[in-house]
T-cell receptor, first 110, second 111 residues
């Protein structure tokens, strides 16, 4: 079974803090993704990576950055957290056509 | 631009009452159409991939079908544990391998 894990299920941070969300997959997948999911807006792609040290912007990259130093790990960084970044964050990895998601991190920025 | 529209947005069924969820799509050459199930507060769980019109896939009470313009997720004799949000996504042939997601159908099955 493919396993995608995320470092935290719930996180509460203050405005202006730097926030790190970690994602690890155990299936040697090349492609990894970060989404945020908000009610009424569905899944929106923040960043994706198709190889180590390679990254591409998705639909809503502003206010975020990513890091992929190892194949199995893809990190999402909120440089200076703001209240409008309160959301559910989902990491996914992909092989061929099937995308596998982690359990999600519910981030609240106060 | 690839587009995915799911309907209805929400569906309430009685246990045992069969129904279908719809996923309409426009894509410049379909590589694959995907169905996911998402429980509240959790990540989406992969269900099916369909590649060509006429293809069908089944899993327990779920059956997914595909035409050139839409896909249906048929739920036969649903149980309360089938309550979830069902997401549809498409991926175009060639170029980007990033799927385009619909906004989902929230299904509630009452006992």
């Amino acid at each position: 079974d493919v396993k995608v894990t995320q470092s935290s299920r719930y996180l509460v941070k203050r405005t202006g803090e730097k926030v790190f969300l970690e994602c690890v997959q155990d299936m040697d997948h090349e492609n990894m993704f970060w989404y945020r999911q908000d009610p009424g807006l569905g899944l929106r792609l923040i960043y994706f990576s198709y190889d180590v040290k390679m990254k591409e912007k998705g639909d809503i990259p502003e206010g975020y950055s990513v890091s992929r130093e190892k194949k199995e790990r893809f990190s999402l960084i909120l440089e200076s957290a703001s209240t409008n970044q309160t959301s559910m964050y989902l990491c996914a990895s992909k092989v061929w056509d099937e995308q596998y998601f982690g359990p999600g991190t519910r981030l609240t920025v106060t | 631009e690839d587009q995915v529209t799911q309907s209805p947005e929400a569906l309430r069924l009685q246990e045992g009452e069969s129904s279908s969820l719809n996923c309409s799509y426009t894509v410049s050459g379909l590589r694959g159409l995907f169905w996911y199930r998402q429980d509240p507060g959790k990540g989406p769980e992969f269900l099916f991939t369909l590649y060509s019109a006429g293809e069908e896939k089944e899993k327990e009470r779920l059956k997914a079908t595909l035409t050139k313009k839409e896909s249906f997720l048929h739920i036969t004799a649903p149980k309360p544990e089938d309550s979830a949000t069902y997401l549809c996504a498409v991926q175009a042939r060639g170029g980007s391998y990033i799927p385009t997601f619909g906004r989902g159908t929230s299904l509630i099955v009452h006992p």
